[in-house]
């Protein structure tokens, strides 16, 4: 079964940015849509974006515009650019399958958004 690390996290700065990447074990290519994940402190785990083989992207409304997901299926990653951001992203961020059944979760990387 396909396995994923995440790395990029860390600490910044209100209105700073953060490159995520996520390489998975194995080939991502037949999963249909990837997403990227966070969970807050207390929070329940929300999918922040997805996107499909074809490209199509989604976003929830709390990051439209700020970040920017993409997907290099010959190097099996996922990446989430994120720009603007603000104490609410803090969150441990991870990623999976966005449809057709979520995988084993990864340790996740922690995003911390702080003066």
């Known amino acids: 079964q396909v396995q994923f690390v995440e790395s990029g996290g860390g600490l910044v700065q209100p209105g700073g940015s953060l490159r995520l990447s996520c390489a998975a074990s194995?080939?991502?290519?037949?999963?249909?849509?990837m997403g990227w994940y966070r969970q807050a402190p207390g929070k329940q785990r929300e999918l922040v974006a997805a996107i499909t083989n074809g490209g199509s992207t989604k976003y929830v409304e709390s990051v439209k515009g700020r970040f920017t997901i993409s997907r290099d299926n010959a190097k099996n990653t996922v990446y989430l650019q994120m720009n603007s951001l603000k104490p609410e992203d803090t969150a441990v961020y991870y990623c999976?399958?966005?449809?057709?059944?979520?995988?084993?979760w990864g340790q996740g990387t922690l995003v911390t958004v702080s003066s």
């Open positions: 194995g080939s991502i290519g037949s999963i249909y849509s």
């Open positions: 999976n399958a966005a449809a057709g059944g979520l995988r084993a």
